[in-house]
C-alpha cells in the first residue's frame, strides 16, 4: 500500500490507495469469495458444460409428465455466449459472428450483473429457454469495467457486431441488470455513431427491461458492495481505489463512462422499456433511475415502472417472483412477444 497525503478531487479523505497487482488480487478475491459465499445453491457453470438438459424427477403419475426438453450453449467469443432450445449447438463463424439455427426465435440479450452467480443467473435464462428464446449472455468482469477501451467496449463491439450479423433474429429483446446498463449504453454509442449500419438492429429492438440499473453516480459505492458484498475492509478499501481511478484515468475511463451515460439516458433506441426496482437498493440509486425514466419519457419512449420497497439488488425475482414474472409477461404480451412459463416448483429443471 502506498501512502498518499492531501488527495481531495474524487475522493474524500482518501488515506491510501491499492497498487495495480493488489487491485487485480483484491478484485480476483471479491469474485472467489462472492462465489464461495453460494457454495450452498445446487448447479454447476453452464460454460463448463455446454449440454444442457431439461429432466424430470420420479412421480407415480410418470405418463403425466411433460417431454424431455434440451437446450445447447455455445460460446460466440470469450465474452458472449449464445443459448438455445435445441439438441444441437449452433454453428459460429468466428469472424462474422454470425450463427446457423434451425428455426427462428426471438432473441434475447441477457446483459448480467457483476459477479453474477451462475446458479442465479439460470433463473431467468431458464424462463426465457423454456419459453421459446434465444438467450445471448454478455457477462462483465471488474477489470472490464476498470479499463472500457480494453474491456467493456471490446464487448459492446462483439455485441455490436453479432446482432448486426444475424439479421434472423428479427424480434429482439434486451434484459438487462446493474452494470448491463453501462453495457448497452457502450452498444448504443456504436448504433448511433454507424446509423447506416446498424439502422436495422434498431429496428429489430421490440423491448427493453431494465432491473435494478446503476448508473454512474452509483459506480463509486455500488460496484464495490457487489464485489466484496461481506468484507468491509476491502470494499472501503476498493472504494477509495476507485474513486481515485476515476481521477486518475480520466482520458482512459471516466470519459467513456460519461459518454455511454449520456447516450443511455437519450438513447438512440426508442422501444418500449420494462423498469423493475427497489426504493431500499443499496446499490442502485432509486432517484437515478428515475432521472433517466424522466429523459426516456421525454423522449418519447414508452416505460412502465414496478416498484417494491423492500427488494435487494438484483433480488427482486427471488423475493417477489409472482409480480415479476406477471409484470414481465403483461410487458412481453403488448410487445406481441412470447410470454414465459414459471416453472420453479415443478418437476422440471435444468442442469447446468
Known amino acids: 500500500m502506498k501512502q498518499i497525503v492531501g488527495y481531495s478531487r474524487g475522493v474524500t479523505s482518501v488515506r491510501s490507495i491499492m497498487t495495480g497487482s493488489s487491485v487485480r488480487a483484491a478484485l480476483s478475491a471479491g469474485v472467489k469469495y462472492q ?3 453460494h457454495l450452498s445453491l445446487r448447479g454447476t457453470i ?15 403419475a410418470s405418463n403425466l409428465l411433460p417431454t424431455a426438453r434440451s437446450f445447447s450453449s455455445q460460446a460466440v467469443t470469450k465474452n458472449l455466449r449464445l443459448m438455445t432450445p435445441e439438441d444441437d449447438k449452433p454453428k459460429v463463424d468466428q469472424k462474422s459472428l454470425t450463427v446457423e439455427i434451425r428455426k427462428e426465435r426471438p432473441l434475447v440479450v441477457f446483459l448480467e450483473w457483476m459477479a453474477a452467480h451462475r446458479n ?12 421459446g428464446y434465444d438467450v445471448l449472455v454478455a457477462p462483465l468482469k471488474p477489470s472490464q469495467l ?37 453495457v448497452w449504453g457502450e ?15 434498431i429496428k429489430r429492438i421490440h423491448g427493453q427491461v431494465w432491473d435494478s440499473v446503476v448508473g454512474l453516480e452509483s459506480i463509486i459505492q455500488g ?65 437515478e433511475m428515475m432521472e433517466v425514466v424522466d429523459d426516456w419519457r421525454e423522449d418519447k419512449i414508452e416505460v412502465t415502472v414496478k416498484l417494491w420497497d423492500d427488494s435487494p439488488h438484483v433480488g427482486h425475482l427471488r423475493k417477489h417472483r409472482v409480480e415479476y414474472i406477471a409484470e414481465l409477461n403483461k ?15 415443478s418437476t422440471i429443471s435444468s442442469k447446468l
Not at 331 to 345: A, K, R, Y
Open 35 to 37: 462465489r464461495q459465499h
Open 187 to 201: 452498444v448504443e454509442l456504436l448504433l448511433s455513431r454507424d446509423s447506416s449500419r446498424y439502422s436495422s438492429v
Open 223 to 287: 460496484f464495490p458492495l457487489a464485489v466484496f458484498p461481506r468484507n468491509f475492509l476491502l470494499r472501503t478499501a476498493f472504494s477509495n481505489y476507485l474513486g481515485l481511478h476515476l481521477w486518475m484515468f480520466k482520458n482512459v475511463a471516466t470519459k467513456h463512462y460519461h459518454a455511454s451515460s449520456a447516450c443511455f439516458h437519450h438513447p438512440p433506441v426508442k422501444a418500449p422499456a420494462l423498469v423493475l426496482a427497489s426504493r431500499g437498493d443499496p446499490i442502485c440509486s432509486f432517484k
Open 146 to 182: 476498470l479499463f472500457p477501451t480494453s474491456g467493456s467496449q471490446v464487448v459492446a463491439a462483439e455485441l455490436a457486431q453479432f446482432l448486426a450479423n444475424n439479421s434472423h433474429y428479427s424480434r429482439i429483446l434486451v434484459h438487462g441488470f446493474s452494470i448491463g446498463g453501462y
Open 120 to 131: 442465479h443467473v439460470k433463473k431467468f435464462t431458464d424462463l426465457y429457454l423454456g419459453s
Open 331 to 345: 410487458f412481453l404480451q403488448g410487445l406481441q412477444l412470447p410470454t414465459v412459463h414459471d416453472n420453479e416448483g
Open 46 to 60: 453452464f460454460s463448463n458444460a455446454p449440454k444442457m438438459t431439461f429432466t424430470t424427477r420420479p412421480c407415480f
